[in-house]
């Protein structure tokens, strides 16, 4: 597993941000903050990953101002009286030397996959649908999508008054932003929906443009984007390389300096057909076709696809030396790492030196623990 890793680590200039390397850690919910604040754990449990060399943390989602905008109870609100323990975090990543960032989110009417849950406001989506033919919950209001993207603006606003270096926007697996890019969740004949994956974009869009006026030109933006669905893994927003330039162009012309691209396995082309089968992954379309910077995610450093948690497999350290081909034919600019910094904090120390043996297995186990 020998691998000369020098590429991960160039330093990367975003706006107003520099990041030491191209190492990120990927969102991934933890479900430890009682009844929706965070305290001293969390600060410890990123200074930790900052301590290992991460170069951009990015925290598992953040809920905006909505009234059921989280589908668990301990999932962090970013807003009211529980903004003010972020500032902790945020201090002790930039004491361990990383930046951070946070990822804002509104769950639409995704359930929790992990408990039986119910929040006390119904649930909103652009359709009142869940899935394709699956009714829950409200079908949103063009008043209740405009408070929505006030309350996105104003999360971001907050981070950058926290000191967050830059802010993420969560549009991708099943949850709210993705259920309007969804034809099978957005059914609406207003502005908001529509037979075109680009007028379905419009909510996203708007969210946006409403951040980058309230942030100002410099402050990093990036948002989270995925053709798969929790509610299908097989699903797929667009098919061909002019749907994807339609769906994800105008979303960078409103503001988005930073595609985050969620695939299940990092390594598969996203159009074999276009490329063959040693070609361009998601991020490294959405690179080429927006100009934008992009983060590729998915199953890195370990042997096993992601959705294996939710079978209760574990996954073994793999090789890192198609990450390290890709990463230095620049076909995307960021890596984000998941689970393999839950049972590795010093992942990116390890890689950087050659300790590919040190590296530690992930058991789902690891999910019980918050260190």
């Not at 903050?33 to 991460?54: P, Q, S, T």
């Not at 995610?297 to 096993?304: E, N, P, R």
């Not at 390290?324 to 995307?332: L, S």
């Not at 904090?345 to 043996?357: I, L, N």
């Amino acid at each position: 597993m020998a691998c000369n890793a020098d590429v991960l680590f160039r330093p990367l200039r975003i706006g107003s941000m520099t990041l030491k390397n191209r190492i990120v850690m990927a969102p991934m919910t933890r479900g430890f903050a009682i009844d929706g604040a965070v305290g001293a754990a969390h600060a410890n449990y990123y200074r930790k990953r900052a301590e290992g060399g991460v170069g951009l943390v990015v925290t598992e989602g953040v809920v905006v101002d909505r009234p059921a905008s989280r589908n668990e109870p301990n999932v962090p609100r970013f807003y009211g009286d529980d903004l003010e323990g972020w500032g902790d975090v945020v201090g002790a990543v930039h004491g361990a030397g990383g930046a951070i960032a946070p990822q804002i989110w509104h769950t639409g009417a995704v359930r929790s996959s992990s408990m039986d849950w119910e929040p006390d406001f119904t649930v909103e989506s652009p359709s009142g649908l869940i899935a394709p033919d699956q009714v829950r919950g409200d079908t949103m209001s063009e008043e209740a999508i405009a408070d929505t993207v006030t309350a996105f603006a104003r999360a971001a606003a907050d981070a950058k008054r926290l000191g967050f270096d830059c802010v993420e926007v969560h549009g991708a697996h099943g949850y709210l932003v993705d259920q309007f890019f969804w034809a099978g969740t957005n059914l609406r004949d207003d502005r908001y929906g529509g037979p075109t994956l680009k007028e379905r974009s419009r909510f996203a869009a708007e969210i946006i443009a409403t951040i980058r006026a309230e942030v100002g030109p410099d402050y990093p933006l990036i948002l989270r984007v995925s053709q798969w669905k929790q509610q299908d893994y097989s699903a797929r927003l667009t098919q061909t390389l002019e749907a994807m330039a339609d769906w994800l162009v105008p979303l960078v012309e409103a503001g988005v300096d930073v595609l985050h691209c969620s695939q299940r396995r990092f390594w598969e082309p996203e159009f074999p057909e276009a490329d063959g089968a040693q070609g361009l992954n998601f991020a490294g379309w959405a690179k080429k076709l927006t100009g934008a910077l992009t983060i590729s995610v998915g199953s890195v450093g370990l042997d096993g696809d992601f959705l294996q948690v939710f079978k209760g497999q574990h996954s073994e350290p793999a090789s890192i030396d198609s990450l390290v081909e890709r990463m230095e034919r620049d076909e995307f600019d960021m890596i984000a790492i998941g689970r393999a910094l839950i049972t590795n904090p010093d992942w990116a120390h390890k890689a950087q030196t050659g300790r590919f043996d040190e590296m530690v297995p992930f058991s789902t186990d690891a999910l019980a623990q918050f260190v």
